[in-house]
């Protein structure tokens, strides 16, 4: 099974930033994102496709139907710049995304 | 507050042995599936292999037959034995908390394959 990130997206201080994760009828499994800074372990944001961890703030958001898991966070501050990666299970294993680079312009 | 903290790495020749150590607090890990997920340098995350509460243990293609995941509970630690290791298998291992989202992670442990 596998995941397909964008390897990098863009987004404007204060503006809207989409993270997709693409998978065949990914919309049938849970869908859990961390962020991961540099030099640091990754952090759960998202767990079940659209549940936030505690302490998490409600600027970021997740969705998932059809092919396609999308994780976004509205309001894009600095530090939310860094690396987000999806992760489903698939036959008792653990499938991650290769990881999209949040950059925040 | 659940904390899990790996220990073991260090730098080993290719065909070269480690054992890492995650040893957890706030948590049981005779109750719990502890996943072990590796990130070569520059690079994404890969799961390597998961015990589950009730001892089963799981691993992906790339590590199976090299490398063992093990517990100790009354040391409240997972163990992941790795024998034969190759140029491909430096990274840094983290372990974490299943069974469904990973959550804590340890800080992670770096393993270096090198001769």
């Known amino acids: 099974y596998e995941l397909t990130q964008p390897l990098s997206v863009s987004v404007a201080l204060g503006e809207t930033a989409n993270i997709t994760c693409g998978g065949r009828?990914?919309?049938?499994?849970?869908v859990h994102w961390y962020q991961q800074k540099p030099g640091q372990a990754p952090v759960l944001v998202i767990h079940?496709?659209?549940n936030r961890p505690s302490g998490i703030p409600d600027r970021l958001s997740g969705s998932n139907s059809g092919n396609t898991a999308t994780l976004t966070i509205i309001r894009a501050q600095a530090g939310d710049e860094a690396d987000y990666f999806c992760?489903?299970?698939?036959?008792?294993?653990?499938?991650f995304g290769g990881g999209t680079k949040l950059t925040v312009l | 507050e659940a904390q899990l903290v790996e220990s073991g790495g260090g730098l080993v020749q290719p065909g070269g042995s480690l054992r890492l150590s995650c040893a957890a607090s706030?948590?049981?890990?005779?109750?719990?599936?502890i996943s072990w997920v590796r990130q070569a340098p520059g690079k994404g995350l890969e799961w390597v292999s998961i015990?589950?509460?009730?001892?089963?243990?799981y691993y992906a293609d790339s590590v199976k037959g090299r490398f063992a995941i093990s517990r100790d509970t009354s040391q409240n630690t997972v163990y992941l034995q790795m024998k034969g290791l190759r140029v491909e298998d430096m990274a840094v291992y983290f372990c974490?908390?299943?069974?469904?989202?990973?959550?804590?992670w340890g800080q992670g442990t770096l393993v270096a394959v090198s001769s």
């Open positions: 974490a908390r299943g069974p469904n989202h990973l959550d804590p």
């Open positions: 706030g948590l049981v890990v005779g109750d719990n599936y």
């Open positions: 015990i589950y509460d009730d001892g089963g243990t």
């Open positions: 009828n990914i919309g049938g499994k849970n």
């Open positions: 079940r496709d659209s």
């Open positions: 992760h489903v299970w698939d036959s008792r294993t653990a499938v």
